[in-house]
């Protein structure tokens, strides 16, 4: 591969270690101003978001392998060895040419004056297979090697342990924690009465979720060359978000009115928006999409552009105060941590603290009992998150005093599975490594006294 993929990818390594840029963004802006093929550009992607994913296990590798503290490096010495143990240990790059290609990036990339020293290290790194350096390093089933092996902060670990463990998943860790490190394929969702999920297959090449009615994964290209995607007709979502924005629409409420008016509280970028509208449509609903900042709302009404008109109206408020209402259904897809995402994005798992999730948890509290005071008697809110965290999810539930519908039963109508497919509920935690998902977090709520 070019030395320019290679150079694109270490400039994007350093956008997010030093500029604290968003891998996605910083890689677009590098390959764009680059002039990159596509070829080149998927091999700068997979290099610069594996190194980022990885670089905790790296890490202990160039430790070892240099017997130096990695963040005593420069940080583009250290950013060229990620990379290189990337190609050696993940991509089978073969240990000369990896060796050769990481001091080039070293020469090239204005780190000349170390291209010793990366010499030196990468014939180290080469001498073991990704299996022996893990051997070496990070052996052992404790929270502490799994997290080096499998590149994680510890306390991400211990939180995932202790979800895990709630749902009677014990046993299943360390293959969650590794499908944080498979890219994940890009998933289609197609907008009931705009296009039907069988017609955006065959425009897009891709084949049929496995669980959503509207879902579409794409094998190859670009969404931004599916036509529908342009049109507004589909839009970019994963699966686990089209099932519980699915799962709100489909579930037993009670409505007073015969036009359900319904709401989508935290609603930027607007994605389960745009399928919860074209659902609402198609029940002769309407929805009202919620949103606390403004450039956010413009998205949410960008990706509503193809709705039926009427149908959604955007406003910008704070949803622990606005009162607009009553609602007969409620999203509160609550801002959380994200952990549920990581294999979506590479920097995250390094980013956040158990800091944010003390934040978050007081935040999702108030908008989740906001909520629902603008519930309609007999209305359903669906709490979510993309995060399984215990605080952010099953404890902000139980604390609400809200009383839970069964989750499985709305999923199992959706999807057409047994209610077994979905856990002990009557929440549901949705797993990457066992739906093929985001970790989706969906609790049905409703007032207590039916009120
Ligand atoms: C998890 S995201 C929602 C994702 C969205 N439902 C989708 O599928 O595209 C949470 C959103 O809530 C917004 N938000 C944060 N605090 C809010 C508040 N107090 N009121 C309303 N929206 C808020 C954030 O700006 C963010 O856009």
Redesign the pocket.
Known sequence: MSTSARKAALACVLAVVEDDAYANIAMSTIVREAGLSQRDAAFATELAYGSLRMSGFYDEVISVASGREPSSLEATVRAVLWIGAHQALDMSTPPHATVSESVDLAKHGGAARASGLVNAVMRRITERTREEWVSAVAPGNGITDLSIRTSHPEWIVAELEASLAARGRSGELEALLDSHNDAAAVTLASRPGLIDRDALASQSGGTATEYSPYGVVLKAGSPGKVAAVRDGAAGV?DEG?QLV?AALASAAARPASAQERWL??????????ALLGALAAERGATLAA????PH?ATL?RD?VRSLPRGVVDVHV????E?NGGPFDRI?V????T?LGALRRRPEARWRRSPEDLRELTD?QT??LAHSATRLAPGGVIAY???SPVLAETREIVEASGLEQLDARAALADVTGTGLEAWGQGPDVQLWTHAHGTDSMYLALLTAPDGR
């Open positions: 979502q978000s924005a989508d509280a935290c609603a930027g970028p607007g994605g389960k928006t919620l949103e606390l900042h956010r949410v990706n408020g704070d949803a622990t606005w999203l897809d609550a801002p959380c994200g935040l108030r908008i979510v998150t993309c």
